[in-house]
C-alpha cells in the first residue's frame, strides 16, 4: 500500500477517534435527561434504536442485502456469536453506569483500556512500539499501579471496560463483513435480550419514558448517538494500528471523568487524582508520537515527489 494512502487511512482513523471520544464523553451528561428510565430499559432502546438507524444507514448505502453474508457464512456467524455479546455488555455497563452513580468507575476502565488493547495490539498482533509510546505505556502502567496501591482493587464496573473490549477487537479483526453490516448483525442478535428487558419493566411497572416532554424523541437521539459513536469507533480500529487506536482511547476517560465531575456532581478522591495524572502525561506523549508519526508520513511524500 503506497504510503499516502496509509497517510490519509491513518488521518481518517484520527478523525473517526476523535469524533467517538467527543459523543461518548458527554453521553453520560445526556443520559442524565432521561430519568427516570432505570439502566436495563435504556440500553434495550440502545439496541432496538441503533438495529433501525443502523439499518437505515445500510439502506442509505445501499448494502442492505450484505447483511445476509453475515448469517449465512459459518465462520462469520460464529464471529458474531462472541462478538455480540462482548460489546452488548459494554453498551449495558455504558448505559447503566451513569444513572447509578458509576460514571468515575466506567471513566477509570476506560483509563485501563488502552493499556489493555495496546498491550494485545504489540503482543498478540505483533505490532511495534515507538519509544514514546513504549513511555506512554509505562506512564500508564504507573497510574495504574498507584490506583492498586491505594485501593488494593477495582470495581468489578473498571474490569468489565478494560478486560472485555480486547477480545472483542481481536474477534472483530478476523471478520471480513463490513463495519455497518457487523454492527447491525450484533444489534439484531441483542434484540431478543433488549425485547425481554422490556417486558420484565412492563411487567415490574418501570417508567419506560422520560419525564421531560417528548422523551421518545430523547431516547431515539440517545440510540443515534451511540450509532454514530459505535461506528467512528470501530471504524477507527480498522484505520489504526491496534496500539495507537489503544493509546487514544485516553482521550474519552479524560473527558468523561470532567463531565462525571463539573455536570454530573460525583466526587473523585485525592488517590484517584495521583493515577490520573500519569494517565495525563501518557495522553501527551501519545498525541506527541501521533503528531510525529503525522510529520514523517508528510516528509516521506514530499520527498517521494520527483
Not at 9 to 36: C, N, R
Not at 122 to 142: C, D, N, S
Not at 146 to 174: A, D, E, M
Not at 182 to 203: D, K, R, S
Request: proline residues 5%; positive net charge.
Amino acid at each position: 500500500m503506497p504510503t499516502s494512502t496509509v497517510a490519509k487511512q491513518e488521518l481518517q482513523g484520527y478523525l473517526l477517534m476523535f469524533g467517538s471520544i467527543i459523543i461518548f464523553s458527554l453521553l453520560p451528561y445526556y443520559l442524565q435527561f432521561l430519568a427516570p428510565v432505570d439502566g436495563n430499559i435504556l440500553f434495550s432502546f440502545r439496541v432496538l434504536s441503533q438495529l433501525a438507524f443502523g439499518g437505515i444507514f445500510l439502506a442509505m448505502a445501499g448494502k442492505i442485502y450484505a447483511l445476509k453474508a453475515s448469517f449465512i457464512q459459518p465462520r462469520e456467524l460464529l464471529i458474531l456469536c462472541f462478538t455480540a455479546p462482548l460489546v452488548g455488555l459494554q453498551w449495558w455497563v455504558f448505559f447503566w453506569g451513569p444513572v447509578n452513580g458509576e460514571t468515575i468507575n466506567i471513566a477509570m476502565g476506560y483509563f485501563l483500556l488502552p493499556i489493555t488493547i495496546s498491550l494485545t495490539g504489540r503482543f498478540y498482533f505483533k505490532e511495534k512500539l515507538t519509544p514514546l509510546l513504549w513511555l506512554a505505556v509505562g506512564a500508564a502502567l504507573i497510574g495504574v499501579s498507584v490506583q492498586l496501591f491505594k485501593n488494593h482493587t477495582f470495581s468489578w464496573v473498571t474490569l468489565l471496560v478494560c478486560l472485555g473490549y480486547p477480545p472483542y477487537f481481536i474477534l472483530r479483526r478476523k471478520s471480513k463483513i463490513s463495519t455497518t453490516s457487523n454492527f447491525v448483525a450484533e444489534n439484531i442478535l441483542l434484540t431478543p435480550l433488549a425485547l425481554l428487558l422490556v417486558y420484565i419493566g412492563v411487567i415490574e411497572q418501570r417508567p419506560l419514558l422520560p419525564a421531560l416532554n417528548w422523551g421518545i424523541v430523547l431516547l431515539l437521539g440517545s440510540g443515534l448517538l451511540g450509532t454514530i459513536a459505535m461506528l467512528f469507533f470501530v471504524s477507527a480500529a480498522s484505520r489504526l494500528t491496534l496500539t495507537v487506536f489503544g493509546m487514544l482511547n485516553y482521550g474519552e476517560p479524560i473527558l468523561m471523568m470532567l463531565v462525571a465531575i463539573f455536570l454530573l456532581n460525583e466526587s473523585i478522591s485525592h488517590n484517584q487524582l495521583w493515577s490520573y495524572g500519569f494517565f495525563g502525561i501518557a495522553v501527551l506523549l501519545v498525541i506527541a508520537d501521533s503528531l510525529l508519526r503525522i510529520m514523517i508520513n508528510r516528509n516521506n511524500t514530499f520527498t517521494s515527489i520527483p
